[in-house]
Each structure stands twice: as C-alpha cells, then as structure tokens.
C-alpha cells in the first residue's frame, strides 16, 4: 500500500496528492531475504550480488557506457558543469565539470500505437491511501520518516519522468 499526503502548490494555491514515503528504507538485507526467499539462490549469494552490484554498475559507467538491468531500468552518468559557460566549443573542456550524478529510467514497454504500457517497478494495482487516515502510531514506525527521499518538495505530477535516486 503506497501513501500520499495532501500538498498545497504555493504558486496556484491548488491541492494535490504528493506520494510520501512511510517508515525506513528497505534494507540490503530485507532485499536479499526477499529475493532468496522467491529463487533458487541462497540468502548468502543474493547478498553477495547485491552488496557488489554497485561496484560492478560503476565500473562500467565510468567507461562511459550505461548500465541496463533488465526489468528494473538503466543507469548512466551525467556531468554537472560550472554556470559559466564558454564562448565557443574548443574552449569546452573537462574543467567545466563540477559534479557527476547517476540518472535512472526504469524500464518500460509500449503499445502498439508507441505509448509507454508498463513501466517495469510500477506496479498495475497500487492501493493509493492518504496518510491522515493511518493511525498515528504506525505513521512514525521503524523511525522513517513521511517524505520524499531526500527531502525535497516536489511539485505535483513531477518525479515521474525524474531521476528518483537524485
């Protein structure tokens, strides 16, 4: 079950849902239990993978490439540059840059007609629930907190084309 939380836009004064997220994160721990617990594979050995598979993501977008998992989507690296730009492009150079970040696109599928049908770690029938109505008490558990990862406000319909891991 997924929550929302009632947010008013500060630039139309409008209402809208804003998704939050309820409680800690799941662990590398609780992943690899999960995923052992629905394959053939040991606790151990998912763990293992797990604990690697950032290591093996970066090795191959530091050689410029991306990194595709199916089912799940495609990491890639983009530069941030500093906000002075040049005057002309034999001036451009790697100085510019300032700060990498790591950009995900969950994988998707289309329709015939070319529109995206499924995107792969959204599931079909998400159960939306407004987080005023849950007890308080199971509002706070494990300690998370109740908003977006990372703490920014997002504006309402942003996100779903953005990189969740920013």
Known sequence: MAFYKKSQLKSNGKWY???IVVGDPATTDEIADRLAAISTVSRGDTYNVLKNLSDVL?????????????????????????????????EVSAKQIV?????????????SSGKVGTRALVDDDIQWNDIATLDPALRGQGGGSTTTPGGNEEEPGEGETENPLE
């Open 99 to 111: 700060g990498v970040r790591v950009r995900f696109l969950p994988e998707t599928s289309r329709t």
């Open 58 to 90: 970066k090795s191959f977008m530091k050689e410029g490439r991306s990194a595709k998992l199916d089912g799940v989507g495609t990491f890639y690296y983009t530069a941030d540059a500093t906000k002075q730009g040049v005057d002309t492009p034999e």
């Open 17 to 19: 849902p804003r998704s």
